[in-house]
């Protein structure tokens, strides 16, 4: 069976890196950091998962963060898993973006072992 494609948006980082957790459960990682470049990877080759973080920027008007263009782009693939990390003390810029995006996403806070990552990946693929 060949590698299922994920695409892992990494903007600020500062947490281990999955790669070699994701390949050992048998996805083929693509990792971007920037945002553009993640909605032009995930227009081109729709991911089975997108594990992406969730980085509030005050200084956008109409939006909260990149992974809000990101989520609206993952809306139309509906099968798409997606999984975001999130800083704890984020959690209520957070909540307004789960208000726009109901059940669209599963949200972890950091720090987020492997165990965690690989039993939320079990969860949200069939």
């Not at 991911?47 to 990149?66: C, G, K, Y």
């Not at 959690?91 to 995006?101: V, Y």
């Amino acid at each position: 069976m060949s590698p299922q494609p994920l695409l892992q948006f990494v903007e600020l980082g500062g947490y281990p890196d999955f790669t070699a957790l994701f390949r050992r459960l048998g996805f083929e990682p693509t990792v971007v950091a920037q945002g553009r470049k993640a909605q032009g990877e995930l227009k081109r080759s729709p991911p089975a998962v997108l594990v992406a973080e969730f980085n509030h920027q005050i200084e956008f008007r109409d939006r909260t963060s990149a992974l809000e263009s990101l989520l609206a782009l993952a809306h139309h693939y509906p099968s798409m898993a997606v999984i975001v990390l999130y800083r704890p003390e984020q959690q209520a810029a957070l909540d307004r973006l789960t208000g726009r995006f109901p059940d669209r996403f599963v949200a972890l806070p950091l720090p987020v072992t492997e165990a965690t990552l690989e039993a939320t990946l079990a969860d949200c693929l069939p």
